[in-house]
């Protein structure tokens, strides 16, 4: 799996042509499925805001690219429905888009219903986070980030890539300073990033920071 791992969103040309160029093909061109389920985990998120994300509104609307098709896709609803129903529908897809909110309440049912096992068989689709579809992608996102109770009573995640991410840079409570004090709890290296910032994953061991705004790398 490809992945984009975003603050905010595809928000400025530089990230827009980072996700074409692991599309491998034009937008317009690509089938989408669009994961809305972290919002439910997060006080901050309302049903308009989800409905905001599945309609492409807002500020860097990410279903609202242009592509040939976008579903919405709910794990939360496929233990309920089969592997057998689902599976195929995440198969065809080029492309997941995959909205913030709390990482934990994202990898709680991604676990719960199967799509995280069927990941690492997903080599030519592209994974787009915002925020906590992001970071659900890290080992850990620290306990700061955590606003569901988790079952397992920690902040671990996925951990298909080995480093963490620290949104939103530039909000108020999302200082540098507020960063290297998160960061600290953390067992590995880390990227701090704004909402004009994208990480770059098209493959093992591969990483790229494209940005038109700021970011760092922890430790320096």
């Known amino acids: 799996m490809r992945l984009l791992l975003t603050s905010g969103g595809v928000s400025n040309p530089s990230i827009e042509a980072a996700l074409v160029d692991l599309l491998g093909t034009p937008i317009a061109e ?14 901050y998120c309302t ?11 807002g500020g860097s609307p990410i279903t609202g690219l242009g592509w040939r098709s ?5 794990p939360t609803a ?12 995440v198969r065809a897809a080029d492309v997941l888009l995959v909205d913030g909110g709390d990482a934990t309440y994202l990898h709680h049912w ?3 219903s199967g799509l995280a096992d069927l990941l690492p068989e997903l080599t030519d689709t592209v994974w787009v ?14 306990t700061e980030f955590v606003e569901w109770d988790p079952p397992s009573g920690d902040d671990r995640t996925l951990g298909v890539v ?7 840079l530039g909000m108020p409570e999302n200082t540098m300073e507020a960063a290297e004090t998160w960061a600290q709890q953390l067992d590995g290296p880390a990227y701090v990033i704004d909402d004009q910032t994208a990480i770059v994953v098209p493959g093992e061991g591969e990483v790229e920071v494209v940005s038109e705004g700021t970011w760092r790398h922890l430790p320096d």
């Open 30 to 43: 690509c089938d989408a499925l669009c994961v809305p389920t972290a919002e439910w985990g997060h006080p």
């Open 47 to 57: 049903p308009a805001s989800a409905w905001r994300f599945v309609a492409g509104r």
């Open 70 to 74: 976008v579903g919405l896709l709910e």
């Open 78 to 89: 496929l233990p309920s429905i089969g592997r057998d129903r689902w599976e195929p529908w």
């Open 110 to 112: 991604l676990r719960e």
């Open 129 to 142: 986070g915002v925020s906590a579809g992001s970071m659900v992608m890290t080992p850990r996102i620290g």
């Open 162 to 168: 080995d480093f963490s991410i620290f949104p939103h």
